[in-house]
Nanobody
Framework: QVQLVESGGGLVQAGGSLRLSCAAS????????MGWFRQTPGKEREFVAS???????VYADSVKGRFTISRDNAKNTVYLQMNNLKPEDTAVYSC????????????WGQGTQVTVSS
């Protein structure tokens, strides 16, 4: 069982930056692929970025070049650095963990609100 807790959300002006953190419990954090997703009211949850077991990073086209996903296995934490934020980035951001070789994400955090003002 893995518990995920996000932090770092807040209110920022357009063009600003935020770094989200996702702290994971458990001793096998390094074996999980990690992802970030976001959701706004009335819309489907949207993929933002993932960090695969191989170290490969994948980004949604809407955030490519602005967001960076990374992890620190010693701290059991995954990060999402968000630069040049836009009002359309406003959402609740959640992190997720996927078992090695899994087909879907197995564990989800509660989310942290990011609001970008114009």
């Amino acid at each position: 069982q893995v518990q995920l807790v996000e932090s770092g959300g807040g209110l920022v002006q357009a063009g600003g930056s935020l770094r989200l953190s996702c702290a994971a419990s458990g001793r096998t954090f390094s074996s999980y692929a990690m992802g970030w997703f976001r959701q706004t009211p009335g819309k489907e949850r949207e993929f933002v970025a993932s960090l695969r077991w191989s170290g490969l990073t994948v980004y949604a086209d809407s955030v490519k070049g602005r967001f960076t996903i990374s992890r620190d296995n010693a701290k059991n934490t995954v990060y999402l650095q968000m630069n040049n934020l836009k009002p359309e980035d406003t959402a609740v951001y959640s992190c997720a963990a996927q078992h090695f070789g899994g087909k879907s994400y197995d564990y989800w955090g509660q989310g942290t609100q990011v609001t970008v003002s114009s």
